[in-house]
């Protein structure tokens, strides 16, 4: 595949303790920014090594050129999935496209969790990637990433909606019913699959950790078959994974039933680090908003059409609103 060069054994042996190591000491090799230079009003909710003084609530670029991130090489990751050999695939043409505009090479990475993967671009090891809704406030405050795009269609709409799901053959019929049964959420960090139940089922008649235990699956892949299996009674998930699960056969639909369903939410944000050069950060602009998903591995799978332009002030603000209300603190221990 022309100018994209697949992650060896090796690397895929060796990335992963590189990515999970020595996270925040090179983020202190740039240095802390003073805040005589970045006041906690334009601080807001980044970490110390970051400033934002334009109030678009993301990581400004260094204005010193020799701080800007210029490689020969491009690490891409996505955001961890059950089955990650099949995304991995899926991706391949897409990066192919973004090697050919940028004119780098590209390396895809697979991650198994959020932390890794946020720790890897927080560390300068990571430049590009897809990250997941709840984790992306943490990416952005934590790391330095700039999301710029999502998966939708040309008429502008994206979103994903919380669905909860029983089994099909459940005694479960309101939301009221899941008192005292066995629930199953994603992780903590987990928009649709936590931090959202936490916020809105009060008010539809049940409140998680108090009228029934929490139990954390790790994936949406996990709830979802949990249910199926009988192994959780219900499960909060995301609409896209599950739908995504049911067209590649995985299960039938008439398996479950939805007895909760919300507006719909950003799905997985794309960007880039904070300080990569302009023009390079231009050309993946480029790449993600020139790429046509029609008969290729990605559109099959998410049924979009393609890339478009989100704002992460204005998109997100329900994502934040919804952590405000869980009090979650933008730190590395907290995300997975």
């Given at each position: 595949m022309k100018r994209l060069i697949l992650v060896s054994l090796v690397l895929m042996l060796v990335l992963p303790a590189a990515f999970g190591r020595g996270a925040r000491e090179d983020?202190?090799?740039?240095?802390?920014?003073?805040?005589?230079?970045?006041?906690?009003?334009?601080?807001?909710?980044?970490?110390?090594?970051?400033?934002?003084?334009?109030?678009?609530?993301?990581?400004?670029?260094?204005?010193?050129?020799?701080?800007?991130?210029?490689p020969d090489t491009l690490i891409f990751s996505y955001t961890p999935v059950r089955g990650p050999v099949v995304y991995e695939d899926m991706w391949y043409d897409f990066l192919d496209h973004l090697a050919s505009v940028t004119g780098r090479e590209v390396r895809y990475y697979t991650v198994e969790y959020y932390t890794a993967q946020i720790q890897a671009m927080r560390a300068g090891r990571l430049h590009v990637a897809g990250i997941s809704t709840g984790p992306t406030p943490f990416a952005v405050n934590l790391a330095g990433y700039v999301p710029?795009?999502?998966?939708?269609?040309?008429?502008?709409?994206?979103?994903?909606?919380?669905?909860?799901?029983?089994?099909?053959d459940s005694d479960i019929r309101t939301m009221e019913d899941l008192r005292g049964r066995r629930v199953a959420h994603v992780t903590e960090t987990s928009n649709s699959g936590h931090q959202a139940p936490m916020a809105l089922f009060p008010a539809a008649g049940v409140s998680p950790g108090e009228d029934y235990e929490i139990e954390f699956s790790g994936s949406h892949a996990a709830s979802a078959f949990g249910v199926?299996?009988?192994?959780?009674?219900?499960?909060?998930?995301?609409?896209e994974v599950v739908?995504?699960?049911?067209?590649?056969?995985?299960?039938?639909?008439?398996?479950?039933?939805?007895?909760?369903?919300?507006?719909?939410?950003?799905?997985?944000?794309?960007?880039?680090?904070?300080?990569?050069?302009?023009?390079?950060?231009?050309?993946?602009?480029?790449?993600?908003?020139?790429?046509?998903?029609?008969?290729?591995?990605?559109?099959?799978?998410?049924?979009?059409?393609?890339?478009?332009?989100?704002s992460y002030r204005e998109d997100w603000e329900i994502i934040r609103t919804i952590q405000q209300y869980n009090e979650v603190e933008y730190t590395l221990e907290a995300i997975d």
């Open positions: 983020a202190q090799k740039i240095g802390p920014i003073p805040d005589e230079d970045c006041p906690p009003d334009q601080r807001g909710d980044l970490d110390v090594y970051y400033c934002d003084r334009d109030g678009d609530l993301l990581a400004d670029r260094p204005a010193e050129e020799s701080k800007w991130v210029d710029f795009a999502i998966m939708g269609g040309d008429d502008g709409r994206f979103g994903y909606t919380l669905q909860v799901y029983v089994h099909a199926i299996s009988g192994e959780y009674d219900a499960a909060p998930v995301a609409s739908d995504r699960m049911a067209q590649r056969g995985q299960f039938s639909k008439d398996e479950i039933r939805i007895i909760y369903e919300t507006d719909p939410f950003p799905t997985t944000s794309y960007g880039y680090a904070h300080n990569l050069h302009p023009e390079l950060a231009e050309k993946i602009r480029e790449a993600f908003f020139t790429y046509e998903f029609a008969g290729t591995p990605l559109g099959e799978e998410f049924q979009v059409d393609g890339f478009i332009p989100i």
